[in-house]
DNA sequence: TTGTATGCGTTATCAC
DNA sequence: GTGATAACGCATACAA
């Protein structure tokens, strides 16, 4: 049995309170000039039928949607959830709704792929993921056609009202610090693909923290991977079949970080006494693996409010904190990948 | 500087083709009333002008918002890109977006909460992934309310019409084959919380295959974990411990079969060559564990799919295929955790 | 401080 | 087959 009541709608809250609907209007949108009695009455009116306005009229008639997009490409997006719950917590708080929009953004129509999204869904405002988050074209696309959008990415690369960054330099120096107090200094890195700017930020934090350690890099000890678990098998055997082998190893992600692991048990070489590891995301795996993952979380959810908020402000000039941080740190998490160098001789039975 | 031009509404259209504007709807839905020659002047016009009907009007006057909402909370939710890509490879054929609603579902307004969130969002209807898919009150809720849904579950526990279902007896089937394949003949079963459909069924069909296979279950090479690492690591403690130690575990997750991993390794057995260990759901980092892990797939991706579809059809007649699969097959992905059974006597040096 | 009138882009009713 | 015209639920110039 259906137990489905007609909808109330705004004209039955103002007939109910003996207003006209312009009145009611103004209380639902929070204008100032509703006399003080006059609102408490419609608003007792709207508590008591639970009166919310529709969506879709609200839409048709002030050009917005409530409606959010969030664009993303991670194909291991585990990530997505907890972006997802983060945006959303704010997006509740506000009268949003969050549409997804996953999508390839190697693909040659993807910019247009993006538009399409907007233009069919009306979403008031793009929340954009990396690494899409990179994409210059998408983001020259949005702004010429002002579309309100945030970007979460991983370097300054865009003005701090659309832009929600990790430092991810401050990583790299938390990760180096990290080794160097357990005495290694003869540290390797696996960089992401160069020309992202992530792998970049992480490159760069990286030599400039080891510089100021007073570490010599060799420049055989950086190699670039591809950022899956493929290419860290292949850079650790590369780096580990070095006449000085490294005796730690950050790899720019916790899939390549995995590749090292698993080359290093083929190789005899035992994790952490003979060579530290290091990975970058936290991933699901990195507390699973034997051994577990020493690796730097970003705080994904964290960063999807701040970029939501910052969103939202873009097109709603009230309830809404002008201000938000841009900048937040990642952290690290130690595990047991990572401990004190010892003598990497023969490698001894078990 | 902006390039946004102003929207082209139906009205454009019927005047640019000579007709009223409700000959061009009629278009737009697909009505047969409609002149060939007239109809094909139109669709020309829209065609050249790109119109895209206005999701915001449409729904307005219709009571349809073209969104579906995706129910879900798993916290691990790996699946949920998937499902989501799933969802929208349907949906965008056929002018649907995806609103994503995670949510709590043991939290004691969960219900409420969904319905809180059909009502603001104006969702035409839901799709309900696992666990919440399991529960009776929303289904009871939906259905008092005669909100459209569909779930995804792992047993058959509603009106085909309102679930697809992935079969996980059948999946039992295959895991206790492939072990009896190989050698086994003393298997044991870390299941998931019984009062969960899917653990039951996992259950019942491990049981019913071990049976045609004619293997004896012992009791105590049964028990019930969490789904969780942590459960996962008690329930190995405790069957590695037993003094007939099983030669082969099934996990009802990776979760869980990763912590039998870490548990044999600890008491230095050897996986595989003196323990099989099988999971399920190939989890991300399933086949980064070492040894990698021998796991249960499900097509996620296509369940996603046919449970649009199916959702779609119960509020749209035309376009849709009437008939949609209700039950499809995991399949198991055979990795390095399961082998022939050795002699477990003494643990041989590496 | 409050109300009137109009419009947003579609669908739906009913007449032609 | 086709076309005026009235909803749909809300926001907003403009008045009062």
Known sequence: ?????????????????????????????????????TRK???????????QPDKQARGLASKRSYLLGLVYDNP?????????????SICSELGYELVVHPCKWHEPDFV?????????????GLLILPPVSESKLLAKALQDADHPYVRIASADLDDHDN???????AAMAEIVEHLVELGHNNIAMITGPLHYYSSQERLGGFKTSAQKAGLTLADNHIVEGKNNYESG?????QLLSLPQRPSAIFANNDEMAAGVLR???????????QLSVIGFDDNLFASRVIPSLTTMRRPVEKLAMLATQKLVGHFQHDGI??????????????????????????????
Do not use: W
Not at 324 to 350: C, F, H, M, N
């Open 233 to 237: 098998l292949a850079c650790a055997e």
């Open 163 to 169: 832009i929600v960054i990790s430092n991810e330099r």
């Open 112 to 124: 247009d792929n993006c538009l399409k999204f907007i233009a069919r869904s009306n979403v008031d």
């Open 263 to 273: 080359v290093a048990h083929t190789l005899g070489i035992k994790v952490p006494e």
């Open 1 to 37: 049995m259906s137990t489905k009541t007609k909808k109330v709608t705004i004209n039955d809250v103002a007939r109910m309170a003996g207003v006209s609907k312009r009145t009611v209007s103004r209380v639902i949108n929070g204008s100032p000039l509703v006399g003080e009695e």
């Open 76 to 88: 291991d997006a585990l990530y997505i959830d907890q972006v997802q719950r983060g945006a959303l």
């Open 41 to 51: 009455r419609i608003e007792n009116v709207i508590e008591s039928v639970s009166f």
């Open 321 to 350: 904190s002008t201000k938000v941080e841009t900048i937040v740190d990642p952290y690290l998490i130690k595990r047991e990948s990572t401990a004190k160098p010892q003598d990497k001789g023969a490698a001894t039975a078990t």
